[in-house]
């Protein structure tokens, strides 16, 4: 998807990914606790993020995986 696309739109893939079994436990109560569905959760804080790091400079914007 081209970073200046739209990611509100309704076309949506399924995309799995690992995560530690502490945040997986976070966002199930937090989606439960919200009465949204955990990819629902999971999907917004990837938007906010996505939102950010576009607004930074370049070499701020990468996370740090080291």
């Known amino acids: 998807m ?7 739109t309704s076309q949506v893939v399924k995309y799995s990914t690992q995560l530690p079994p502490g945040l997986i436990k976070w966002v199930k109560r937090e989606a439960l606790d919200r009465d949204v569905r ?15 790091s576009e607004q930074q400079v370049p070499s701020q914007s990468r996370l740090d995986f080291a």
Do not use: G, P
């Not at 081209?2 to 509100?8: D, F, G, L, V």
């Open 2 to 8: 081209n970073s200046n696309q739209n990611t509100n």
């Open 38 to 52: 955990d990819y629902h959760l999971i999907r917004q804080a990837l938007e906010e993020y996505k939102v950010r």
